[in-house]
């Protein structure tokens, strides 16, 4: 086959060479209007062709190559005080997969135990491309499954205006539980 990005032979997708020249992740940091630390890998410009994968066959190889990039290897390097566990936001199957559950399988480890389909939006509506203003007039309205742990790591894969994590957190908090902080693919504020 060849990689995607540079046409070579590849035994990939992606090359180990364009794996390390394109996918090769940072930490963004920035806060939500709520005040919770909102950790990024990527800025949404550097991946955004490999995000428009999402809904095809390819998307399912694209967001497992950058989950382990990403989301594995924050884990590897993540040594909280105390277990914890990460829900991922709407992590319904949808094209055969969820791209968010893939984000959130790559967080388990020792201190990190992924939980599935907890968290799921009543309103499917699209925000791509959509304004601040029209996401404020129609919200996810989230339903939470009980879970018993109290504390979380929220996942997320693309952040625009912070809008559904932070219905998501609010969501959260009303049924008692903490999000620690906010974890998500790449930013779209990140320029």
Known sequence: MRCLVCGSLSLKHICSTCQEKYLTPSLYKRHLEDGTLLISFYKYQDIKEFLFTKHTDLGFTIYNLLAEKSFKKFAEEFFPEKRLISIAIDDRVDDDYSHTAILNN??????????????????????????????????????????????????????????????????????????????????????
């Open 106 to 191: 790559a967080l388990k480890s020792h201190y990190i135990k992924p939980r599935y389909t907890l968290l799921h939006a009543q309103n499917r509506v699209s925000y791509a491309g959509k304004s601040r203003k029209f996401r404020q007039e129609n919200p996810r309205n989230f339903q939470l499954h009980p879970f018993k742990e109290r504390e979380v790591i929220l996942v997320d894969d693309i952040v625009t205006t912070g809008s559904t994590l932070t219905e998501a957190i609010q969501t959260l908090k009303r049924q008692g539980k903490d999000t620690l902080f906010c974890l998500t693919l790449c930013d779209v504020s990140n320029r």
